[in-house]
């Protein structure tokens, strides 16, 4: 039986984390529609890190995009959560990196808030580091590929409560971003926030 364990508010342009352990699920929910929710996870065995790889979840699964049933892979080749439910419209991105300091000095706006810093904020409040900043899932994220192979971020199309269920397969460390791309289409033009519904197994 699964049942509702907490609930966590992620604040528009901002960074939470989570701990969940093996055989819980998380409930990403984007409540007010159109936001993009930057994902990762981190796990440990024994004294070694690990963390949620795009590359090696595109190598391993053959894919650009998650699908419903498939697993997210770690830098080392282990699933870490896999794509229970997924209740949105959008392709779900695997392909770009968190949004940063130089994407916002680029466009004309030095120091606006990003998902890098955010997600570097949340690890650092969570006590964990990374030798690495890894490139995140960018759930409810509309960017495929183009026909003549350009990548063009598209606005969102995720529904107010669009969301995706996952299911931890390793003890982790879920970090989740709210996109703070409000310069661009990405987000709908407008940035919000992003809910996570931590759900667990009881026999
Ligand atoms: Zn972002």
Redesign the pocket.
């Known amino acids: 039986m699964i049942v509702f364990q907490s609930k966590i508010d992620i604040d528009p342009q901002s960074g939470g984390s989570v701990r969940l352990n093996k055989g819980d699920h998380v409930r990403v929910i984007d409540p007010e529609g159109q936001q ?1 929710a ?1 994902l990762c996870a981190i796990a440990w065995t024994g004294a070694t890190i690990d963390w949620l790889s795009t590359s090696q979840t595109r190598d391993i699964t053959e894919r650009l995009f998650p699908r419903l049933g498939e697993c997210f892979y770690s830098e080392r080749g282990h699933p870490l959560l896999t794509l229970v439910e997924d209740n949105s419209p959008c392709p779900h991105d695997m392909l770009f990196p ?2 940063n300091r130089g994407l916002y000095d680029r466009a004309g706006l030095p120091d606006h808030p ?2 890098r810093d955010n997600f570097l904020a949340a690890l650092q409040a969570a006590k964990v580091a990374l030798p690495i900043v890894p490139d995140p899932v960018n759930l409810f994220q509309c960017s495929e590929p183009q026909s003549d192979g350009r990548l063009e971020v598209a606005a969102s199309i995720n529904p107010a409560g669009g969301n995706v269920l996952l299911r931890a397969e390793e003890d982790l460390l879920l970090v989740v ?1 709210a ?3 409000d310069h661009h289409p990405t987000n709908g033009g407008r940035c919000t926030g992003i809910t996570l519904e931590i759900l667990s197994l009881h026999p």
């Open positions: 993009v930057d968190a949004c990003n998902c971003t996109c703070s791309v």
